[in-house]
């Protein structure tokens, strides 16, 4: 008869073989052709400005709804750049993603990064709610698509309050 400190321990094991069984079939698919490494295909990124929203939006947490207009703008404006950064970047391959999946609920962890499509429509949407909230303040909005594509004209620098340097 097996006691639960054996189960455990037996489930233990298993998982981690089952991980490390993963981990080596991820490095043998990064054997690829060497060709294809010596000469990438050069693609144009896509626009980010033309992803849309995710279809649940996003609803403000009380913290953010209290935000201040400087405040607000300024995670607007690092949204934008995390954004357009990772539209730059490749993606992660499929076996890194399934890794992943296999992982997260075992170890804990996050889910970002599985589905970098769903992450940069969920940030559009949190883009388009903080928009709002700055129109209900009756502050200055932005324009998303021409911050997404680059074309806004960059932010007068914040000046110093009397007395701080």
């Known amino acids: 008869m097996y006691t639960a400190t054996t189960y455990a321990a037996y489930t233990t094991r298993a998982l981690l073989l ?11 698919a990064q054997n690829e052709d060497v060709s294809q490494t010596l000469a990438p295909a050069v693609a144009a990124p ?23 207009c400087a405040k607000l703008t300024g ?12 539209v730059q970047r490749p993606d992660a391959s499929a076996t890194s993603r399934t890794i992943q999946s296999a992982v997260t609920p075992v170890m804990g962890g996050t889910q970002r ?23 209900e303040k009756k502050c200055k909005t932005l324009d998303l698509n021409a911050e997404l594509r680059g074309e806004a ?13």
């Open 46 to 68: 896509p626009d980010v400005a033309s992803i849309r929203p995710a279809t649940s939006g996003y609803t403000l947490t009380a913290e953010e709804a209290k935000l201040d």
């Open 153 to 165: 004209p960059a932010a007068a620098p914040a000046k110093a309050a009397k007395g701080k340097v």
């Open 18 to 28: 089952l991980a490390s069984a993963a981990f080596l079939a991820g490095c043998a």
């Open 113 to 135: 990064g599985m589905d970098p499509v769903a992450d940069l429509q969920l940030d559009r949407a949190k883009l388009e709610a903080y928009n709002k909230r700055l129109a």
């Open 75 to 86: 995670r607007m404006r690092i949204k934008v750049a995390n954004m357009r950064d990772a």
